[in-house]
């Protein structure tokens, strides 16, 4: 069963979807406007010092950028949101955790997924007007994205907030400190200790969950690293 996203959630993944929509019809509609010779690798101050000829798959760039942060780490708020039943009610500690790390996770993607869409209008202005930089607002954005991941990020372990302990099972935990019970049906568990929450490794989504968490840490980050004009 999916747990109800809130509706932060839902407005963070329709955002994201028409921002990804928008971004593809601007970038195909200044296609053929486009001269020949793009430059498409900037410096730490945004100034270009390569350049490529021409194609679809360069100028969509952003999109595919955008792409690979929707499927990601849309993803992962799916895999946070699954219980293998039906919670009794929104406000159980592991449903409201789950919500809220899903709702931190929607809410990141979207604020990267709009900057791709100002990256992909920077570069047009760029190509089309032989601007030699992406301008001062680039840098500016980027920063207030990391700003506001952090904030995000603040806010959903302060909203989460320190779990009750289960009663101890020793059966139900391996190395002292993974909780493994498939009879238990959230994803999301206190520690031993109450102190955080981990993952009930007894669900197969908790494999894939960390799967795609160490996915998403690694390949997303090198993608916009590469594919957003940063050297």
């Not at 329709?14 to 296609?31: D, E, K, Q």
């Not at 793009?38 to 950028?65: C, D, E, I, T, Y």
């Amino acid at each position: 069963m999916l747990i109800r996203p809130t509706k932060p959630t839902r407005t963070g993944a329709v955002l994201m979807l028409a921002i990804l929509s928008g971004t593809v019809a601007f970038l195909v509609g200044r296609y053929p406007a486009l001269p020949d010779l793009l430059p498409v690798h900037f410096n730490a101050r945004g100034v270009a010092n390569g350049w490529q000829f021409k194609s679809m798959s360069r100028v969509l760039m952003p999109v595919f950028v955008e792409m690979a942060l929707l499927l990601s780490l849309g993803g992962i708020a799916v895999l946070l949101l699954w219980r293998r039943e039906s919670p009794p009610s929104d406000h159980e500690p592991d449903v409201r955790a789950a919500r809220t790390s899903a709702e931190a996770i929607v809410l990141i993607a979207a604020i990267w997924v709009a900057f791709q869409g100002y990256a992909a209008i920077a570069l047009a202005t760029v190509w089309t007007t032989n601007r030699p930089t992406l301008g001062p607002a680039y840098v500016w954005l980027e920063g207030c994205g990391m700003l506001l991941t952090v904030a995000v990020g603040g806010q959903a372990m302060w909203r989460i907030g320190k779990p009750v302990p289960l009663p101890y099972v020793p059966e139900h935990w391996r190395l002292g400190q993974l909780y493994c019970n498939p009879e238990h049906p959230a994803l999301f568990v206190p520690t031993r200790d109450g102190s955080r929450w981990t993952l009930n490794f007894g669900r197969p989504a908790a494999a894939i969950l960390l799967a795609g968490i160490i996915l998403a840490g690694v390949f997303v980050p090198a993608a916009i690293l590469v594919l957003a004009l940063r050297s």
